[in-house]
């Protein structure tokens, strides 16, 4: 099992910042990829970026450029740096982690936070 903690979140102006942190526990050796994802009212969970365990990173075209993610494996955090916010970057927020277990995949989510972008 992995628990995934996020921390970050709030209320900023237009072009601000803002930057989100995932701290993971459990069974971390087991992780082989974690993510942010994000989910606005009446759309869908997308994704916004991911990073592997071996440091890998994966965008969503619209975030390429003004998100950035990175990791600390001594501390098994995820960090989402948000610069350059749009009123449409509002969201509730998700950390995601995958696991695999010789075959298995397993994906866990935290419990969301909140980003307001105010225009």
């Known amino acids: 099992q992995v628990q995934l903690v996020e921390s970050g979140g709030g209320l900023v102006q237009t072009g601000g910042s803002l930057r989100l942190s995932c701290a993971a526990s459990?069974?971390?050796?087991?992780?082989?990829?974690m993510g942010w994802y994000r989910q606005a009212p009446g759309n869908e969970r997308e994704l916004v970026a991911s990073?592997?365990?071996?440091?890998?990173?994966n965008y969503a075209d619209s975030k390429k450029g003004r998100f950035t993610i990175s990791r600390d494996n001594a501390k098994n955090t995820v960090y989402l740096q948000m610069n350059s916010l749009k009123p449409e970057d509002t969201a509730v927020y998700y950390c995601?982690?995958?696991?695999?277990?010789?075959?298995?995949?397993?994906?866990?989510w935290g419990q969301g936070t909140q980003v307001t972008v105010s225009s």
């Open positions: 995601h982690a995958r696991t695999q277990t010789i075959l298995v995949f397993k994906d866990y």
């Open positions: 459990g069974t971390v050796f087991s992780i082989v990829a």
């Open positions: 990073i592997s365990s071996a440091g890998s990173t």
